[in-house]
Nanobody, 117 residues
Framework: QVQLVESGGGLVQAGGSLRLSCAAS????????MGWYRQAPGKQRELVAV???????NYADSVKGRFTISRDNAKNTVYLHMNGLKPEDTAVYYC???????????WGSGTQVTVSS
């Protein structure tokens, strides 16, 4: 079992910055991919960014150049640094871990990010 605990959401003005954190505990292995997804009201959950254990990241086109994902393997923690926030970034952000050994996804409970114009 894996538990994911997110923190760092909040309300920010357009152009501002936030940093989300997600701490994982439990049976985590070096093959596991971690990342962030988001879901805005009335929309489907979408990928924001993912990162491998080795630090290779992939981003949605909508956040490239503004968001940076990073990972501290010693702390089993993944971060999402969000700069240049836009009102359209408003959503609940969910931490995700793809557990390779168990072939399943784990999800955090989500953290709200609201960007005012």
């Amino acid at each position: 079992q894996v538990q994911l605990v997110e923190s760092g959401g909040g309300l920010v003005q357009a152009g501002g910055s936030l940093r989300l954190s997600c701490a994982a505990s439990g049976s985590i292995f070096s093959l596991d991919v971690m990342g962030w997804y988001r879901q805005a009201p009335g929309k489907q959950r979408e990928l924001v960014a993912v990162i491998t254990y080795g630090g290779s990241g992939n981003y949605a086109d909508s956040v490239k150049g503004r968001f940076t994902i990073s990972r501290d393997n010693a702390k089993n923690t993944v971060y999402l640094h969000m700069n240049g926030l836009k009102p359209e970034d408003t959503a609940v952000y969910y931490c995700n871990l793809k557990h390779m050994l168990e072939s399943r996804d784990y999800w955090g409970s989500g953290t709200q990010v609201t960007v005012s114009s």
